[in-house]
C-alpha cells in the first residue's frame, strides 16, 4: 500500500505561480511513475503531467512550458511547480503513482483556483 498525502493548492491571481508537494508513505519502493492529474466542474480527470523514477516527464498540451514536475526519489516526493497560471488551471489536482506491478494509487485533492 502507498499514502499520498498532497499539500500547496491555492488561491492565486491569474500570472501567479503555486507550487503542489506530493509526499509518499507506505511501501514507497514499489513506486514507478508519480504524477498529477487535475478534475474541474463538470470535466473528466485529466492529467497534467508524470515522472518516472528515472526522471523522464511527460506533459498535457495545455501545461507544456508553464509547469515543471520534479521528483526526488529518495524522499519520495513529488512537486509541480505550477507558472503563468490561467483561470483554466483551475481544478482538484490530485498526486497519483503507479507502482511497478500497475497498481495505482491517488491522493485526496488539493484545489486550485485562479482568479482576480
Known amino acids: 500500500q502507498v499514502q499520498l498525502v498532497e499539500s500547496g493548492g491555492g488561491l492565486v491571481q491569474p500570472g501567479g505561480s503555486l507550487r503542489l508537494s506530493c509526499a509518499a508513505s507506505g511501501t514507497t519502493f514499489s513506486i514507478s511513475a508519480m504524477g498529477w492529474y487535475r478534475q474541474a466542474p463538470g470535466n473528466e480527470r485529466e492529467l497534467v503531467a508524470s515522472i518516472t523514477r528515472a526522471g523522464s516527464t511527460n506533459y498535457a498540451d495545455s501545461v507544456k512550458g508553464r509547469f515543471i514536475i520534479s521528483r526526488d526519489n529518495a524522499k519520495n516526493t513529488a512537486n509541480l511547480q505550477m507558472n503563468s497560471l490561467k483561470p483554466e488551471d483551475t481544478a482538484v489536482y490530485y498526486c497519483?503513482?503507479?507502482?511497478?506491478?500497475?497498481?495505482?494509487?491517488w491522493g485526496q485533492g488539493t484545489q486550485v483556483t485562479v482568479s482576480s
Open positions: 497519483y503513482t503507479v507502482t511497478v506491478n500497475g497498481r495505482q494509487y
